[in-house]
């Protein structure tokens, strides 16, 4: 199995940065894909922004470009969101996830805890 163990969410004011983490550890994959979905009150589920731990693609959805940008330390299976100027609708309760079967944007499997992050006004 997989285990994703996130870190870094927290409370911040409007305008300000976080970094998230999250380590993967368990069974290892040849070529695999980690993204951060959030999830708020209200709202469905969305991917916010996705690696290749091999390859180079990326993905970062519309409204975090600019603002939000995704990296990765492959050695130690490792994925990083940095974010900042944030916003209050960035308020959400922040997911890593892994994809098994290389990069997508779909497929998923393994999830983490979920880590939350609110930005006061």
């Known amino acids: 199995q997989v285990q994703l163990v996130e870190s870094g969410g927290g409370l911040v004011q409007a305008g300000g940065s976080l970094r998230l983490s999250c380590a993967a550890s368990?069974?290892?994959?040849?070529?695999?894909?980690m993204g951060w979905f959030r999830h708020a009150p209200g709202k469905e589920r969305e991917l916010v922004s996705a690696?290749?731990?091999?390859?180079?693609?990326?993905y970062s959805a519309d409204d975090v470009k600019g603002r939000f940008t995704i990296s990765r330390d492959s050695a130690n299976h490792t994925v990083y969101l940095q974010m900042n100027s944030l916003k209050p609708e960035d308020t959400a309760v922040y997911y890593c996830?892994?994809?098994?079967?290389?990069?997508?944007?779909?497929?998923?499997?393994?999830w983490g805890q979920g880590t939350q992050v609110t930005v006061s006004s």
């Open positions: 368990g069974r290892t994959f040849s070529d695999y894909a």
């Open positions: 690696i290749s731990m091999r390859g180079a693609n990326t």
């Open positions: 996830a892994l994809r098994p079967t290389g990069w997508g944007m779909k497929g998923y499997d393994f």
